[in-house]
């Protein structure tokens, strides 16, 4: 294992922001994962960690193809990360709305830069990234339709889901997004959580990104064979919304199936305790998004079912 | 008369609702009056605005007469961000004008508002957004135009007695606008940018207004008497200078904001206050007019000190 800085940048009174790269193997740039962009992305950095954990391991064993290496940035903004800030500090930009990056703009384009410039080589991009809607996922990969996507590949994660989301103006500046436009192959990593610790489900993150680097002939790994992904896209799924605001008591969990008209959720009155609103399932299937805070809005989507077919 | 153009229930004991006050004209309406709407509070730190639409009013009402057509005025597209200093909408970390057009079906609630006022401004013959830059940069008054609207828009622009117009390159990211949702759809509108986030610049919110009642007047809805507008600059992107801190510390300006400055005139010191050095000398590029200023002294390398358009 070599550790390499990829990127420097000073702040008047705080330590130096480092971006770390770890690097496994040697010879041809095969795969790059990259952690925690955000500075609430803590599932995400305990993930590489782990992952680096496991490299290592792999690496003692000789179990690194000859003439490929690997690179993992677990964090790419510990300024964010360790005043537990999503985004950044000064001027709360989303780093991850800032690539390609321009080495002359203003600090976040100039980190999504200075990073994107490291990594923009690896052959195969694999974020663990986040969502912007509070909720819990089943775990699943995740692909732009950028007409490079090679959905084929994203199946040799293991992992029970492949999304295929159509881009949307805002998702052009992702690093997703650019590294597929620039390589061909970049894939995101969906586990449920963000903010809080869920190991078993960081620890499949990890799994997925071995078995794919097994399959892809990088390095050896002797996992279980994962899942047979199902490749959906991302509109074909069923929102459930909420027609009413209050305190929402849910029911359907993520990963479970649900009948048509099963009940999923209450919304409670606040004040009063009496149910406002039964939330029932649309469809028959199996639930992929749950909202998971205590209240909601009303308009707000709290379910999303991918029906069955 | 004041209606309610989006709502969403909240929690607890709370609604939140999108307003927006119609003048019309003391005869009333008999449907081929033209209408102008007047936007602003997106980003719930700029607030140069809310003193343009209470301004706008006050003389309306003191030349009632002169009213021949709608004036729509949405003073708070963002409410929730206005009431708790937050630029973007509370609780979602989002920037509202990343959202548009908005969906009703499968969005967050922001994204259903978003929906409900694109509909609401849609059909007028002009709409006005009026921003203040943020809290890190001070903005000479500006109607910012993409490229691709130039022709269509720039006439209009020039109506409204700002004192530049700055037509920009199109980028992907900018088709979540408010103003490219509804330019792109056949509803002009026209971004203005003056001032700084989280102040008021009553003489930059009075000049606008000037221009406003022009650019009424231009369109039927106002035949009282205007001034005669500022004639703005009109540039291109080649013709900024974008200077970015090269070191992080504490910017002092040497320079006055929305002055002139000569080829390599200090435009501020970075300084060290823990050493009691300077940094950096930052010197100006070309001779020019200094249309943005940093008002917010700490930096990072690379935040944005100043813009200059040459001249
Ligand atoms: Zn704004």
Known sequence: MRKKILYELSSIYRDNLRIKGYIFGKGEKSACVVGAIRGNEVQQLYACAQLVKALKEIEKAGKIKEGKSVMVVPCVNTYSININKRFYPIDNTDINRMFPGYNQGETTQRIAAGLFDTIQDYKIGIQFASFYMPGEFIPHVRMMRTGYEKKELAKEFGLPYVVIRDPKPYDTTTLNYNWQIWNGQSFSIYTSETDKLDIDNAMQAVRAVLNFLDKEGILEYQGHDGYISRVINENEMVPVKSKNAGIFEGFAQVNKSVQKGELMAYIIDPYEGNIKERVMAPCSGTVFFAHDTPMTYNNTVLFKIIEES | ?311
Not at chain 2, 24 to 52: F, M, N, W
Not at chain 2, 109 to 118: D, F, K, R, S, T
Not at chain 2, 149 to 176: G, M, Q
Not at chain 2, 179 to 203: H, I, K
Request: hydrophobic letters at 40%; proline letters at 5%.
């Open chain 2, 1 to 311: 008369m004041v209606h309610v153009v989006a709502e969403v229930e909240l929690p607890v004991d709370e609604k939140l609702k999108i307003y927006k006050n119609r003048l019309i004209p003391e005869a009333g309406l008999c449907g081929d009056e033209k209408r102008i709407s007047i936007v602003t509070g997106t980003h719930g730190d700029e607030l140069e605005g809310q003193y343009v639409c209470y301004e706008l009013q006050r003389r309306i009402q003191e030349g009632k007469e002169h009213l021949k057509g709608i004036v729509d005025i949405y003073p708070a597209l963002n409410p929730l961000g206005i009431d708790s200093i937050t630029r973007g909408v509370p609780g979602f970390d989002l920037d509202m004008n990343r959202i548009f057009p908005g969906n009703t079906e499968s969005g967050a609630m922001p994204e259903y508002i978003a929906a409900g006022i694109v509909e609401d401004l849609s059909g007028s013959d002009m709409c006005v957004d009026i921003h203040a830059s943020n809290i890190f940069l001070k903005e000479i008054p500006q109607v910012r135009i993409n490229e691709k609207d130039r022709r269509k828009l720039v006439p209009y622009a020039k109506l409204l007695n700002i004192d530049y117009v700055w037509v920009h390159s199109a980028a992907t990211v900018l088709e979540s606008t408010l103003a490219y949702s509804l330019n792109s759809t056949g509803t002009p509108m026209l971004v203005v940018e003056q001032g700084v986030g989280m102040r008021l610049t009553r003489e930059y919110g009075d000049q606008l207004v000037d221009g406003i009642f022009v650019l009424m007047k231009k369109l039927g809805i106002w035949d009282g008497k205007v001034i005669k507008p500022k004639k703005p600059i009109v540039s291109k992107d080649g013709m900024v200078s974008f200077i970015n801190a090269p070191e992080s510390g504490i910017f002092v300006p040497e320079v006055v904001h929305s002055n002139r400055i000569k080829k390599d005139e200090l435009i501020g010191n970075i300084i060290d206050p823990l050493n009691g050095r300077i940094l950096n000398s930052i010197l100006s590029p070309v001779n020019g007019l200094v249309f943005t200023l940093r008002e917010y002294p700490v930096v990072n390398k690379g935040s944005l000190i100043a813009r200059i358009l040459e001249m």
